[in-house]
């Protein structure tokens, strides 16, 4: 069973970047879909961006493409979103998840496995 840790959040000036961490043990990260997510008060939890085991990166989320990424690191067992020219709209708790199952997916019920979720405050 995988367990996941987030990391990286912060407060960010607009047009600012972050880098978001989803390091993972127990198990290999290889062998999972990997997705981002957010969510911000009072809304629904909404997919951004998901890596499929053979790395293959999907958008979920139209308002970031251009801008947010996503790459695995197998060495450090770990997945990272890289968020440019962020916007105050961007501002969220943001989570990743994992599944052995699917190949990728922006729902999070298609998820088995959560870490606890790094916050992301973008404001002057």
């Known amino acids: 069973q995988v367990q996941l840790v987030e990391s990286g959040g912060g407060l960010v000036q607009p047009g600012g970047s972050l880098r978001l961490s989803c390091a993972a043990s127990?198990?290999?990260?290889?062998?999972?879909?990997i997705g981002w997510f957010r969510q911000a008060p009072g809304k629904e939890r909404e997919g951004v961006l998901c890596?499929?085991?053979?790395?293959?990166?999907?958008y979920y989320e139209d308002s970031v493409k251009g801008r947010f990424t996503i790459s695995r690191d197998s060495a450090k067992n770990a997945v990272y979103l890289q968020m440019d020219s962020l916007k105050p709209e961007d501002t969220a708790l943001y989570l990743c998840a994992a599944d052995e199952k699917i190949h990728y997916s922006g729902d999070p019920g298609h998820y088995d496995y959560w870490g606890q979720g790094t916050q992301v405050t973008v404001s002057s």
């Open positions: 127990g198990a290999a990260l290889d062998l999972y879909a």
């Open positions: 890596i499929s085991r053979s790395d293959i990166s999907t």
